[in-house]
């Protein structure tokens, strides 16, 4: 299988590569795929919750070359956006800037579903923290 | 010294043409290209007596006699002839054979062709070292048995069966044993008088000869095996396979059938040496690796590892200056990582973290320390890559993480 140079790039000089602390009450986790299936993908962002602008983004990706150049070009992707830009990007786009051939279109497919997880999780972190709602619905 | 680069090291996948085996092949080709069944001028004799000289090789490769040997396209071919061909000739006595779980896919999608009409096909299970039991093979034999299959070594773990006791076994129920020998030949001693065999499915290209010839030994006393015939035309050998016979194939199947006889001791050490180097280095530098199958009863030249928490793909991705393959999901066309491994119990998790090393006759020592310094530095990097290796390093157990909902932990 031939690999596009950009997959090759991101595989070789992976972007935002490392962790957030995840307790950090502006840092979204989302951890997605499972190791059964071969592809395991962790994105975390660090959000400005006053602009809602992500301000950091940290991959960690265990999986194929395109598995993790797509979750390379995800980080730098949503970083420097709003959550609600960040939240319309998607796989198409990602198959599109790696040319992702068929079989590893899940790759990107994966990728949004993480960039999705990490958001979730950082928008549920603040209405447990947000003092008027009801800190009942706690994990 | 310097190294050139790439470097292969996949020799269960195939083996480059030996240097004296070409040279011998050469000329078969323009000058001497007579067809072997031309009976009646010089150039079909001297064709056929370059056929019968290379039967000789092959069959005192593996203690049989010329006679026994039928030149075929390939193993896929003789196994398709062994087990379709014995099926068909024993319909009357019985419906049964019995194979097992590794075998490769050219047993396998025979098998499962049999039992599309009406053969019955007990797929024996395989134990944590690759190998079968020979309780639940006795326990399988029904008195409408009429084959057993079961591979010499398997080509992605390269372990060894029990062929002997197989064949022992076999023997005392009057069952024909058919082996897919295309691993160890010319690798291990193989005999079919000792082992008991009474077909074995041999190629050229996995012992430094040419593709696209094979052959398969069809043993004619104690008992006479009869086939029915896949292919049907002149009635070539001796009617099991009909067709010309391809000379320059068969030519350098037995030059290397011969080189193999005369170096096997020698290049077996050798390259168990090697081997085991590898190892070493990898298992001395690194942790959460796992070999995959008996390391007792492997062949000599064959390492299959588990590298924890690094996908398969994206290793050889990393190592793309070294010719090796996977187990992961990535690397075959179906998405299913390999149905070896699971078979082995190697969960879905290590078995996509799989690689495996085939060394062969022209590697050298040099190559080995490159492959194992490059793996470990790639598989280092890899794991600082991967979530999993964080989690797994944190102490979390990820057998017990809910991976469909993981996200909202």
């Given at each position: 299988?031939?690999?596009?140079?950009?997959?090759?790039?991101?595989?070789?000089?992976?972007?935002?590569?490392?962790?957030?602390?995840?307790?950090?009450?502006?840092v979204?986790?989302?951890?997605?795929?499972?190791p059964?299936?071969?592809?395991?993908?962790?994105?975390?962002?660090?959000?400005?919750?006053?602009?809602q602008?992500?301000e950091?983004?940290?991959?960690?990706?265990?999986?194929?070359?395109?598995?993790?150049?797509?979750?390379?070009?995800?980080?730098?992707?949503?970083?420097?956006?709003?959550?609600?830009?960040?939240?319309?990007?998607?796989?198409?786009?990602?198959v599109?800037?790696?040319?992702?051939p068929?079989?590893k279109i899940?790759?990107?497919?994966?990728?949004?579903?993480?960039?999705?997880?990490?958001?979730?999780?950082?928008k549920?972190?603040?209405?447990?923290?947000?003092?008027?709602?009801?800190?009942?619905?706690?994990? | 010294?310097?190294?050139?680069?790439?470097?292969?090291?996949?020799?269960?996948?195939?083996?480059?043409?030996?240097?004296?085996?070409?040279?011998?092949?050469?000329?078969?080709?323009?000058?001497?290209?007579?067809?072997?069944?031309?009976?009646?001028?010089?150039?079909?004799?001297?064709?056929?007596?370059?056929?019968?000289?290379?039967?000789?090789?092959?069959?005192?490769l593996?203690?049989?006699?010329?006679?026994?040997?039928?030149?075929?396209?390939?193993?896929?071919?003789?196994?398709?002839?062994?087990?379709?061909?014995?099926?068909?000739?024993?319909?009357?006595?019985?419906?049964?054979?019995?194979?097992?779980?590794?075998?490769?896919?050219?047993?396998?999608?025979?098998?499962?062709?049999?039992?599309?009409?009406g053969?019955?096909?007990?797929?024996?299970?395989?134990?944590?070292?690759?190998?079968?039991?020979?309780?639940?093979?006795?326990?399988?034999i029904?008195?409408?048995?009429?084959?057993?299959s079961?591979?010499?070594?398997?080509?992605?773990?390269?372990?060894?069966?029990?062929?002997?006791?197989?064949?022992?076994?076999?023997?005392?129920?009057?069952?024909?044993?058919?082996?897919?020998?295309?691993?160890?030949?010319?690798?291990?001693?193989?005999?079919?008088?000792?082992?008991?065999?009474?077909?074995?499915?041999?190629?050229?290209?996995?012992?430094?000869?040419?593709?696209?010839?094979?052959?398969?030994?069809?043993?004619?006393?104690?008992?006479?095996?009869?086939?029915?015939?896949?292919?049907?035309?002149?009635g070539?050998?001796?009617?099991?396979?009909?067709?010309t016979?391809?000379?320059?194939?068969?030519?350098?199947?037995?030059?290397?059938?011969?080189?193999?006889?005369?170096?096997?001791?020698?290049?077996?050490?050798?390259?168990?040496?090697?081997?085991?180097?590898?190892?070493?280095?990898?298992?001395?530098?690194?942790?959460?690796?796992?070999?995959?199958g008996?390391?007792?009863?492997?062949?000599?030249?064959?390492?299959?590892?588990?590298?924890?928490f690094?996908?398969?793909?994206?290793?050889?991705?990393?190592?793309?200056?070294?010719?090796?393959?996977?187990?992961?999901?990535?690397?075959?066309?179906?998405?299913?990582?390999?149905?070896?491994?699971k078979?082995?119990?190697?969960?879905?998790?290590?078995?996509?973290?799989?690689?495996?090393?085939?060394?062969?006759?022209?590697?050298?020592l040099?190559?080995?320390?490159?492959?194992?310094?490059?793996?470990?530095?790639?598989?280092?990097?890899?794991?600082?890559?991967s979530?999993?290796?964080?989690?797994?390093?944190?102490?979390?157990?990820?057998?017990?993480?809910?991976?469909?909902?993981?996200?909202e932990?």
């Amino acid at each position: 299988m031939a690999y596009s140079d950009k997959v090759v790039d991101h595989y070789e000089h992976p972007r935002n590569v490392g962790s957030l602390p995840k307790d950090d009450p502006n840092v979204g986790t989302g951890l997605v795929g499972a190791p059964e299936c071969g592809d395991v993908m962790r994105l975390q962002m660090k959000i400005n919750p006053e602009t809602q602008v992500i301000e950091e983004a940290k991959f960690k990706t265990f999986g194929c070359g395109s598995a993790i150049a797509s979750s390379s070009l995800a980080t730098e992707w949503v970083k420097g956006k709003t959550v609600s830009e960040a939240l319309a990007i998607s796989n198409t786009d990602i198959v599109r800037e790696l040319s992702l051939p068929p079989v590893k279109i899940h790759c990107s497919v994966l990728a949004e579903d993480a960039i999705k997880a990490a958001i979730e999780d950082w928008k549920k972190k603040k209405e447990v923290s947000a003092p008027a709602a009801n800190a009942t619905a706690g994990n | 010294m310097a190294i050139k680069l790439p470097i292969y090291m996949d020799y269960h996948a195939t083996t480059p043409v030996d240097q004296r085996v070409v040279e011998t092949m050469l000329p078969y080709f323009h000058e001497k290209f007579g067809n072997a069944a031309s009976r009646n001028h010089s150039f079909g004799w001297t064709a056929e007596e370059a056929v019968e000289n290379a039967r000789a090789q092959i069959a005192s490769l593996i203690n049989a006699s010329p006679k026994e040997i039928i030149f075929t396209s390939g193993a896929t071919e003789s196994n398709n002839l062994a087990i379709k061909g014995a099926a068909e000739m024993y319909r009357e006595k019985g419906n049964h054979i019995i194979t097992q779980v590794i075998e490769h896919k050219a047993v396998l999608d025979t098998c499962k062709r049999l039992e599309k009409y009406g053969y019955e096909v007990t797929y024996l299970p395989v134990g944590k070292d690759g190998r079968i039991d020979l309780d639940d093979l006795r326990k399988a034999i029904t008195n409408k048995t009429i084959l057993i299959s079961i591979m010499y070594a398997n080509n992605e773990i390269g372990v060894i069966q029990p062929v002997q006791e197989i064949g022992k076994i076999a023997k005392e129920h009057g069952i024909l044993f058919h082996s897919d020998a295309v691993q160890a030949l010319g690798k291990i001693p193989i005999d079919v008088q000792k082992d008991n065999l009474d077909m074995i499915s041999l190629t050229a290209h996995k012992l430094y000869g040419p593709k696209g010839c094979g052959a398969l030994y069809v043993r004619r006393r104690n008992p006479r095996v009869q086939l029915s015939a896949q292919i049907d035309g002149g009635g070539h050998e001796r009617g099991m396979r009909s067709g010309t016979l391809n000379v320059p194939g068969i030519v350098g199947f037995g030059k290397a059938a011969e080189l193999c006889q005369q170096e096997m001791a020698t290049e077996s050490a050798r390259l168990s040496g090697l081997r085991d180097r590898l190892k070493d280095a990898i298992f001395g530098k690194l942790d959460e690796v796992y070999i995959n199958g008996s390391m007792t009863h492997r062949l000599p030249h064959n390492i299959n590892i588990s590298f924890a928490f690094v996908e398969g793909e994206s290793l050889l991705m990393g190592i793309n200056d070294i010719a090796v393959s996977s187990g992961s999901a990535c690397t075959s066309a179906t998405l299913e990582p390999s149905y070896v491994l699971k078979a082995l119990g190697v969960g879905e998790d290590l078995a996509h973290t799989s690689i495996r090393f085939g060394l062969g006759r022209f590697n050298t020592l040099e190559e080995v320390d490159y492959v194992s310094s490059r793996v470990i530095e790639v598989v280092e990097r890899l794991r600082e890559l991967s979530p999993l290796y964080e989690m797994a390093k944190e102490g979390i157990d990820l057998s017990k993480l809910n991976w469909k909902t993981a996200a909202e932990h």
